[in-house]
């Protein structure tokens, strides 16, 4: 199985940062690799898919890059409602998430 | 619009028997994989396993193999998770998800809003 580690567990944050968000795999996923967004009780939304492609809707502040064993999700200027948990998962051989970053106001 | 809407919210006693269902509206159900996630209280995300409406094809996550049972009536949309015999554990929110990529496996693009699942005596 190809297990997912993100980092930080927990970040604290102001509005106007530049927030970085890491995710390890355990093998090599080429650039299946999805994020996600989820706010208390909502569920998931789809930010990145295949490592830098950018949902529809989604704003172009949120970035998505890496290939293989590493990957990261930039948001180049947090707003108030980037305030949320982040996961990575990968797609390349069954499904499986990372543990999850919490995005929190400094 | 396209959409997942899913069944309700349940309380049931350890050892029942249950099952949640995920009905898709807008789009080919039968054309797209659908997954079923698992978020216990406060925690992470968990793939349980996915299914392919148009033929049933079923995969499971190790992890979930055996605890539960995935399933899709096609003629109604409509997939499902269900468990034979309950636990305090199995206590979660119980999200479905729709594979964006028709052919494979990919990303979850639209999500159900979730049922919760309390277990409890």
């Known amino acids: 199985d190809i297990q997912m580690t993100q980092s930080p567990s927990t970040l604290s944050a102001s509005v106007g940062d530049r927030v970085t968000i890491t995710c390890r795999a355990s093998?090599?996923?080429?650039?299946?690799l999805a994020w996600y967004q989820q706010k208390p009780g909502k569920a998931p939304k789809l930010l990145i898919y295949?490592?830098?492609s950018l949902e529809s809707g989604v704003p172009s502040r949120f970035s998505g890059s890496g290939s293989g064993t590493e990957f990261t999700l930039t948001i180049s200027s947090l707003q108030p409602d980037d305030f949320a948990t982040y996961y990575c998962?990968?797609?390349?051989?069954?499904?499986?998430f990372g543990g999850g970053t919490k995005v929190e106001i400094k | 619009e396209v959409q997942l809407v899913q069944s309700g919210a349940e309380v049931k006693k350890p050892g029942e028997s249950l099952k949640i269902s995920c009905k898709g509206s807008?789009?080919?159900?039968?054309?797209?994989?659908i997954g079923w996630v698992r978020q216990m209280p406060g925690k992470g995300l968990e793939w349980m396993g996915i299914?392919?409406?148009?033929?049933?094809?079923?995969r499971y996550s190790p992890s979930f193999q055996g605890q539960v049972t995935i399933s899709a009536d096609k003629s109604i949309s409509t997939a499902y998770l269900q468990w034979s015999s309950l636990k305090a554990s199995d206590t979660a929110m119980y999200y479905c998800?729709?594979?964006?990529?028709?052919?494979?496996?990919?990303?979850?693009?639209?999500w159900g809003q979730g049922t919760m699942v309390t277990v409890s005596s």
């Open positions: 998962q990968q797609y390349n051989s069954a499904l499986t």
């Open positions: 093998q090599s996923i080429s650039s299946w």
């Open positions: 295949k490592a830098s």
């Open positions: 807008g789009y080919s159900f039968t054309s797209y994989w």
């Open positions: 998800a729709r594979i964006q990529a028709a052919a494979g496996l990919d990303a979850f693009d639209i």
């Open positions: 299914i392919y409406p148009g033929d049933s094809d079923t």
